[in-house]
């Protein structure tokens, strides 16, 4: 059975560690409030496993301070007022390391719900500009798609403009050297005109003949 002693230095051992533990939970829960994204920082499991360890370590505390309590109420041995006191003093300690745990879990709870609800407006106001650079993006796209299809239409305007050019400078090019060789053949011109001449003569010479013919024709006919 546990002494009085080794239950007094079990209580200060397990107050000592309840201490330290409390003040790493505070600080943990400090930084909680300045980091960006707690879940990926790994702040939250860290978190969990100190409060499980502050547990731990009340219920430790609690349970040794009942077994002080019940040697105090022990008959066959009556405590002295040190002990009393002692004990009273561990309890008083317990009931202050309860309320700052629960005080400490209070403002863990509230700025770890606090950093998540700031990650999510942070993550969705990231998600919102990604969206709206991809509208961007897909919007200036389109744009250069349209500016490619004008510059395509246009150099098409320009090369069929270009065509027109070069085929009136060929088609004036023939003219030109058509000209060149009626004028370098000025003969060509009279020959022509002899030749249309001499067939308007023959038709007229026809003309007469067929008419002669008609004459003596219808005279044989009437004699």
């Given at each position: 059975?546990?002494?009085?002693e ?5 209580c ?5 560690l ?13 930084n ?7 879940e ?21 505390l609690g ?17 002295s ?12 300690v ?5 309320r700052d ?5 209070s ?32 919007e ?9 299809m004008?510059d ?12 027109f ?21 000025p ?16 038709a ?20």
């Amino acid at each position: 059975m546990a002494t009085y002693e080794s239950l007094r230095r079990q209580c200060r051992t397990l107050e000592s560690l309840l201490d330290s533990k409390l003040t790493s939970y505070s600080r943990l829960v400090a930084n909680i409030g300045r980091e960006d994204d707690v879940e990926a920082s790994g702040s939250s499991d860290r978190w969990k496993d100190l409060e499980e360890e502050l547990d731990g370590l009340l219920e430790k505390l609690g349970d040794t301070n009942e077994q002080l309590s019940r040697l105090l109420n022990d008959p066959d041995s009556p405590p002295s007022q040190s002990m009393t006191r002692a004990v009273q003093r561990h309890k008083e300690v317990l009931r202050d390391y309860e309320r700052d745990c629960a005080r400490a879990k209070s403002n863990a709870k509230i700025t770890l719900d606090r950093a998540n609800l700031l990650s999510g407006v942070r993550n969705d106001i990231d998600a919102y500009k990604s969206n709206a650079s991809d509208m961007l993006l897909s919007e200036r796209q389109r744009i250069d798609r349209s500016h490619r299809m004008v510059d395509d239409t246009l150099d098409q305007a320009y090369e069929t403009r270009a065509e027109f050019a070069r085929q009136r400078q060929s088609l004036s090019g023939i003219s030109a050297r058509m000209t060149q060789v009626i004028n370098t053949m000025p003969g060509i011109n009279n020959l022509l005109g002899m030749i249309k001449t001499r067939r308007r003569r023959d038709a007229v010479i026809l003309g007469l003949v067929i008419g002669l013919c008609f004459i003596l024709l219808f005279g044989y006919m009437t004699s």
